[in-house]
């Protein structure tokens, strides 16, 4: 059965603070990996990635993805309050369908 | 800009109710999907179409349906509330696989709670 985990499920940090989200995958015939943002509405995109070892970058937030040992992290450095949200990544098997993982609730105090 | 649209931001129904979400996007795409989303457990699909009239179970249909007559529109129906239906729905949509990005464009949802 396919799975996407996330970790941690929830984190809190100070503005400033560079974080590290952690998203690991078994998805069979496996295309791309997403990476969602949702705050009190619905989620936005952030970033697909479909090879290894590629950085995708959009301002302070960064993303890799890692086709050897099945897993992407989420970067965001110099955390702002506006980064507070829940951070989703989903994996892409071909099949039409997207894998979710649990979701990291991140918190960003001032 | 694609859009996802969604008929309800809050409802509160009653126990043994029908419900009737309904989502409407205007990008001409032909999946549609209905997930709920609660907390520690992430978005778990409900059911899914990739075409008029046609449907597929996802990972928890039971206690709902849904009816998808026109291409943009793709309802939720909850044939008897119950109070663990009580979440947020979110639809989605997305082209046709092998268009390129899988990419799914999520609606505002819906937060529905049961009493």
């Known amino acids: 059965e396919d799975k996407v985990v996330q970790s941690p499920l929830s984190l809190v940090v100070h503005e400033g603070d560079t974080v590290t989200l952690n998203c690991s995958y078994e998805?069979?015939?496996?295309?791309?990996l997403l990476w969602y943002k949702q705050e009190k509405k619905a989620p936005t995109f952030l970033f697909m990635l479909t090879s290894s070892g590629i950085e995708k970058k959009s301002g302070r937030l960064s993303s890799i993805l890692d086709k050897k040992e099945l897993f992407s992290i989420l970067n965001i450095t110099a955390t702002q309050t506006g980064d507070s949200a829940v951070y989703l990544c989903a994996g892409d098997n071909q099949g039409g369908k997207l894998i979710f993982g649990q979701g990291t609730e991140l918190s960003v105090k001032p | 800009d694609v859009k996802v649209t969604q008929s309800s931001r809050y409802l509160v129904k009653r126990t043994g109710e029908k419900v009737f979400l309904e989502c409407v996007q205007d990008?001409?795409?032909?999946?549609m999907f209905w997930y709920r989303q609660d907390p520690g457990l992430g978005l778990r699909l409900i059911y899914f179409s990739y075409d008029v009239k046609m449907k597929e179970k996802g990972d928890i249909p039971e206690g709902y349906s849904v009816s998808r007559e026109k291409k943009e529109r793709f309802s939720l129906i909850l044939e008897s509330a119950s109070t663990n239906q009580t979440s947020m729905y979110l639809c989605a949509s997305s082209p046709a696989d092998g268009q390129g990005s899988n990419e799914q464009f999520f609606g505002p949802g819906t937060r529905l709670t049961v009493l």
């Open positions: 998805v069979t015939n496996f295309r791309s």
């Open positions: 990008m001409d795409h032909e999946n």
